[in-house]
């Protein structure tokens, strides 16, 4: 199989879609012939032309509002979000629009939307180019959250989130755009919105996350094998919303003990809420206390490099929070 990183497997994903389906149409912000600000539409413009590939003005409500109409005329539109900071002005169409849509017209109307939004710290973009978003829309019965950590995962996932008949939003891990590469298989394939991912079978400890930090907590997993000999067992949730608690509950069952980690502010972040499945229908296997490792609670990633660094989980902060709970 052919290895990419997970910038061009999103880009392969709408490639491909686009070609499969003249429904399909992506806008956003410079997502013409700029090719996006990370490029991932780079190309599409000059093979698709300016009715698939379509530039907007700068307003996100507009943005996605656009993207509700169009889906509800049977149109598969992918929204793309510059920056997931900048998606707080559409809330309102999300959350009580295109979230609502289907329930509120009694199963009538459908969303088939997908939201693309790179999300997360780690680059040096400091407040507003930084945040993790993911927990607001959590909340929201109606919504499907994606976030993936490999570019298998990346085109797999964002093929099903187009295909799905309802809205998807689909965060994707900046840091990891260029720097994560795995294989990818060059006949057409899907991986299901829902079910999370065993990334790494192990006995000792469950490690539960999703984007940028799954890619190190695999790191953390095999350091942690190699120098204490601490068996890690690596889940990698995918699909934040719905939750897929039987995974969730399975690798539990297995190990005992749980270490959740997202770079999201800790208090409320997705991890309380796996906790709370841990805790509320786990708890018979508990053997050792529920962590979190997160980060902290300030308003976003500095843009300072020594704070930004001190903010973000990393390999390092994850092999420790993984010695620690294993000597329980």
Not at 48 to 69: F, K, M, W
Not at 195 to 204: I, Q
Not at 248 to 255: A, M, N
């Amino acid at each position: 199989m052919p290895e990419m990183t997970l910038i061009d497997a999103i880009r392969e994903a709408m490639d491909e879609e686009l070609a499969r389906d003249p429904r399909v149409f992506i806008t956003g912000e410079d997502v013409g012939r700029r090719g996006g600000v990370f490029r991932a539409t780079m190309g599409l413009f000059e093979k698709y032309g300016p009715t698939r590939i379509i530039d907007s003005p700068l307003a996100e409500l507009s943005i996605v509002a656009i993207g509700i109409g169009a889906a509800m005329a049977d149109l598969r539109p992918i929204c793309e979000i510059q920056f997931a900071d900048f998606i707080h002005p559409a809330f309102n169409q999300i959350v009580n629009e295109a979230a609502k849509m289907y329930y509120r017209s009694n199963g009538q109307w459908n969303v088939p939307l997908t939201i693309r939004a790179p999300y997360g710290g780690g680059i040096g973009g400091g407040l507003y180019h930084s945040q993790s978003v993911e927990a607001f829309f959590t909340h929201v019965p109606g919504l499907k959250v994606v976030i993936p950590s490999t570019p298998y995962d990346a085109k797999g996932l964002l093929k099903s989130a187009i295909h799905d008949p309802n809205p998807v939003l689909f965060f994707e891990p900046k840091k990891g755009y260029r720097s994560i590469k795995g294989e990818v298989p060059a006949e057409d394939y899907s991986v299901p919105l829902g079910p999370a991912n065993v990334r790494r079978s192990g006995a000792d400890l469950s490690v539960y996350s999703y984007g940028m930090m799954a890619h190190y907590c695999m790191e953390a997993a095999d350091q942690v094998a190699r120098e204490d000999g601490i068996s890690c067992e690596v889940v990698d949730l995918r699909t934040l919303l719905p939750v897929d608690k039987v995974t969730i509950l399975e690798s539990f069952k297995k190990t005992g003990k749980a270490l959740i980690v997202h770079e999201d502010n800790l208090t409320m972040g997705y991890g309380a809420e796996v906790a709370a499945v841990l805790s509320d229908e786990g708890f018979e296997y508990m053997d050792g206390p529920i962590r979190r490792l997160a980060g902290p609670d300030v308003p976003a990633v500095p843009f300072s490099h020594p704070l930004q660094e001190a903010f973000m989980p990393n390999v390092n902060k994850i092999v420790r929070a993984i010695r620690d709970l294993a000597a329980y």
